[in-house]
């Protein structure tokens, strides 16, 4: 394959800021757990007709029927926003927004995350149906691959999405 330099350049810069943002997360992991977890449980109580609840150690509880989901701070998807940020950032320059530098960046964080709790709310959502349709068939490890897998097949398409639609937007802008 051939990479340019400035694609090549691009991607380094998703990379590093990805990194920096995820890192950053970690100094104030509480904060980013009640920005990030809470509104996701919201969404994922609305769709179960459930009113998620704050448990003795301080993680989300939804209520469902016969269950209940467990958000621990790793189902924040914090470093999913992470790099949902950092590639809305490589298309930021390229696409002609008639907007400021602080109004475009505002924007930038506002779909990030929006897109992060919406994909997060899904695989939650997700999670649990798969779930409860295997519960018989699969040992608790085999579940906890399923609950991974079906994460990443959730948050990979909604990246390949956004990009696609930020390219698109980068080639009409071209015209």
Request: proline fraction near 3%; charge should be positive; include cysteine.
């Amino acid at each position: 394959m051939n990479y340019s330099k400035r694609s090549l350049t691009r991607w380094f810069f998703v990379c590093t800021l990805a990194m920096l943002l995820y890192w950053l997360g970690s100094i104030c992991s509480g904060v980013i757990y009640r920005i990030f977890a809470i509104p996701a449980s919201r969404c994922t109580g609305f769709f179960f007709s459930a009113t998620p609840f704050f448990n003795e150690k301080g993680i989300i509880i939804i209520p469902v029927v016969n269950s209940s989901i467990t958000v621990t701070p790793e189902c924040s998807a914090y470093g999913f926003f992470c790099l949902m940020t950092a590639i809305f950032f490589v298309f930021y320059n390229n696409i002609k927004w008639k907007l400021p530098i602080l109004a475009k960046t505002a924007v930038i964080l506002c779909a990030s995350y929006i897109i992060t709790i919406t994909a997060n709310s899904f695989r939650i959502i997700s999670s649990y149906k798969i779930y409860a349709l295997t519960a018989g068939f699969f040992s608790k490890p085999m579940q906890n691959v399923i609950h991974l897998f079906v994460g990443i097949i959730i948050f990979l398409t909604t990246i390949l999405i956004a990009y696609l639609m930020l390219e698109k937007m980068e080639v009409c802008d071209a015209k």
